[in-house]
């Protein structure tokens, strides 16, 4: 089992920044993808941002240029730095972590509410 605890949501003006942590324990492996998705109100969870164990990342077209992920692999700990930010970046953003061996595992932080005012 792997347990994620997220951080750093918050208010924030438009045009401004946020960074959200999450931080994994538990069976974590050696190679494995940790992402940021977001749910809004009424709409289905999206993908924002991915990075693999070896730093391959991949972005939302809504979020390129704007937001960067990075990875702590002896801190097991993802971040996403979000600048620029819009009223349609609020959601809640779910922390994600998956990984494999002869199965695929999926797992999910307690999500972390980003508020962008207008």
């Known amino acids: 089992q792997v347990q994620l605890v997220e951080s750093g949501g918050g208010l924030v003006q438009a045009g401004g920044s946020l960074r959200v942590s999450c931080v994994a324990s538990?069976?974590?492996?050696?190679?494995?993808?940790m992402g940021w998705y977001r749910q809004a109100p009424g709409k289905q969870r999206e993908l924002v941002a991915g990075?693999?164990?070896?730093?391959?990342?991949n972005y939302a077209d809504s979020v390129k240029g704007r937001f960067t992920i990075s990875r702590d692999n002896a801190k097991n700990t993802v971040y996403l730095q979000m600048n620029s930010l819009k009223p349609e970046d609020t959601a809640v953003y779910y922390c994600n972590v998956r990984q494999q061996d002869w199965r695929v595992y999926n797992y999910w932080g307690q999500g972390t509410q980003v508020t962008v005012s207008s």
């Open positions: 538990g069976s974590i492996f050696s190679f494995n993808t």
């Open positions: 990075i693999t164990s070896s730093g391959s990342t």
